[in-house]
């Protein structure tokens, strides 16, 4: 009797689960499904045979996996930096690095504005050196510096928490058998660190796949995915392409994230 009713105490607590389910996830994604159909099938595929978009789907995957790349590069030797070295203001110097977790995406492009724009501390330096005014924010460089900023912290926590975790003694193992430094970090450090880096890079990968703050701010002369989205159902309620260019970019953020959880599974397995 006992069993009986905690069995259906669990199902009663499970029906708000559900109802967020369907009403916040499962209807609207239905609905956007949907969109692309009732103007025409071929609708679906159209990132694919317009120009356009399938150049603004380029920019926004291969700024997405430079950011990744270096955000990886930076954070890690910065990250197991922190966790193998003690020093006065380690704990305050870590906060400062993770403070842009907190800034919204707009004030990060702003930040940029503030280095790169047409009034911004660069260019007026380059000019008062009669070198012309160096302008960066509102192009590639301008986006992958901000997207860099936002997405470094969480490398540098991700890669110091890890690092604290390794087992020093196979290090100590290591230079006991004449391992030197590069030798322990390629057969040590790198297989240890491999897991943070596949969920790091795949986290880091999707938000600035879907980041649309700070391309708001500084996407003016370098089109991504999320600003045209965002002008075709806002400046032409063009729905039926945004929702199929919406599809698009969750296919290619999803599958990255479903190849990082693959990885990361085979390295758990030893494979």
Known sequence: MAFYTT???QQFCAVPAIVVFFAFWLLPMARLFAL????????????????????????????????TAISLALGGAVGVFLARHKFVGRAMFLSALTM?????????????????GRQGLIPS??????????????????????????????????YAAAAQSIDRSLEESARILGANRWQIIRDIWIP???????????????????????????ASKFEVLPI????????YANFAVAASLSISLGLVTWAALALARRRAGSLALGI
């Open 100 to 116: 842009p977790l907190s800034f919204p995406g707009v004030i990060i492009g702003f930040f940029v504005i503030l280095l790169g």
């Open 7 to 9: 069995s259906r105490w």
């Open 228 to 235: 045209t989205i965002y002008s075709e159902f806002t400046n």
């Open 36 to 67: 692309p159909a009732e103007k025409a099938w071929d609708t679906y595929f159209i990132v694919l045979t317009n120009t356009n978009y399938l150049l603004s789907l380029f920019n926004t995957v291969a700024l997405s996996l430079a950011v």
């Open 192 to 218: 240890e660190l491999a897991p943070t880096t596949l969920a790091c890079g795949a986290i880091i990968f999707a938000t600035a796949m879907g980041a649309f703050g700070t391309a708001f701010t500084l």
């Open 125 to 158: 330096l380059s000019d008062s050196l009669g070198l012309g005014r160096w302008t960066f924010a509102y192009q590639f460089i301008g986006l992958f510096l901000a997207y860099v900023y936002f997405s470094l912290p969480r490398a540098i926590s991700a």
